[in-house]
Structure formats: structure tokens, C-alpha cells
């Protein structure tokens, strides 16, 4: 997923929901999440600069919703 697809994702819901990171499938739970960075990297292979941007785990909240889970796939 790129940034501009991230941005589109959120694009039309609550600016004040609260973000949380959904992990593992077989064993679901929710972490929020703690911060964002940026790193930019030289790949000495190609000689191009390499943008990713980072969401940080925060504290795990708990076991993820039934209707998060369903929504997700899992």
C-alpha cells in the first residue's frame, strides 16, 4: 500500500475515530498505534532512494471485535 492509497482509504470517515492496527489472523487482536515515521534508504543496487513510511504498535489493546474481524476477512 502506498501513502496516496492510505490517504484514499480514510478519505469520508470520522477524523476523531480512533486509528488501531488489526495483527495475526489465526489469532486476532488490536494494538493501537504509537506514532508514524518516514525512512529513506539508498538501495546500492539501483542507486535510488527508497521512501517507506512506518506505523508504529503501540500497547496491545485486546482481542480484535468480531466485527472487525469479519469486515477484515479473517
Do not use: C, H
Not at 486509528?19 to 506514532?35: C, D, H, K, L, N
Not at 525512512?39 to 546500492?44: F, S
Not at 539501483?46 to 482481542?63: A, K, N, P, S
Amino acid at each position: 500500500m502506498r501513502v496516496r492509497e492510505l490517504i484514499e482509504e480514510l478519505e469520508g470517515m470520522n477524523p476523531e475515530a480512533e486509528v488501531r492496527f488489526a495483527s495475526q489472523p489465526s489469532w486476532p487482536f488490536e494494538y493501537s498505534v504509537s506514532g508514524v515515521v518516514e525512512v529513506n534508504t539508498d538501495d546500492e543496487d539501483d542507486r535510488t532512494d527508497t521512501e517507506t513510511v512506518y506505523l508504529v504498535e503501540g500497547d496491545q489493546i485486546g482481542y480484535l471485535p468480531g466485527e472487525a474481524k469479519e469486515k477484515i476477512g479473517w
